[in-house]
């Protein structure tokens, strides 16, 4: 079991930055792929980005593409997402996930809400 808690959600300006974590615990959390998603009100969870377990790669949705930069640090079991420009668009719940996928889902923290006013 890997248990992960988010945080670093809150309400910001369009434009604004913000940086969540996310916290892990359990199993090591170096030898799996990390991810963030997120689901805004009435939508499906969409994928926003993921990390390989070294840190070596990593992918982005569209939608955040030279917004966002994920990254991992395996020595503290921490990963972020960073996240500038923001849009009122990006407004969701951001839940952090890790797994054997590229894209994984194995284990998912409760989340983080993020709110983008405009």
């Known amino acids: 079991q890997v248990q992960l808690v988010e945080s670093g959600g809150g309400l910001v300006q369009a434009g604004g930055s913000l940086r969540l974590s996310c916290a892990a615990s359990g199993r090591t959390f170096s030898i799996f792929y990390m991810g963030w998603f997120r689901q805004a009100p009435g939508k499906e969870r969409e994928f926003v980005a993921a990390i390989s377990s070294s840190g070596g790669r990593t992918d982005y949705a569209d939608s955040v593409k030279g917004r966002f930069t994920i990254s991992r640090d395996n020595a503290e079991n921490i990963g972020y997402l960073q996240m500038n420009s923001l849009k009122p668009e990006d407004t969701a719940v951001y839940y952090c996930?890790?797994?054997?996928?590229?894209?994984?889902?194995?284990?998912w923290g409760h989340g983080t809400q993020v709110t983008v006013s405009s």
């Open positions: 996930a890790v797994g054997r996928r590229t894209r994984p889902n194995d284990y």
